[in-house]
Nanobody, 112 residues
């Protein structure tokens, strides 16, 4: 049974930084495309960072230049800098396409 555990969220002022972590267990993800997703209240879940099997990472336009992903075996990271209020959301990691299960996510709130 795959498990995804996200952590590192919190309340931060605009312009601040956070580093998210996601530990994946129960599945070998070394040959999977993985991603960081986020979901703001009332919005659909969006993919913000894609980790390819070619060791490249791509980003949605709204976070390019501010977010940086990294990966160490079964742990994914997302360094988020220059945070904006519109980055407020619950952040999740998952496979692309996603597993049937999701973690609990980690809340990121950007507010002054």
């Amino acid at each position: 049974q795959v498990q995804l555990v996200e952590s590192g969220g919190g309340l931060v002022q605009p312009g601040g930084s956070l580093r998210l972590s996601c530990v994946v267990s129960g599945s070998d993800i070394s040959r999977d495309f993985m991603g960081w997703y986020r979901q703001a209240p009332g919005d659909t879940r969006e993919l913000v960072a894609t980790f390819t099997i070619f060791n490249t990472i791509t980003y949605t336009n709204s976070v390019k230049g501010r977010f940086t992903g990294s990966r160490d075996k079964n742990t994914l990271y997302l360094q988020m800098n220059s945070l904006k209020p519109e980055d407020t959301a619950v952040y999740y990691c998952n496979k692309i396409p996603p597993f049937d299960v999701w973690g609990q996510g980690t809340q990121v709130t950007v507010s002054s």
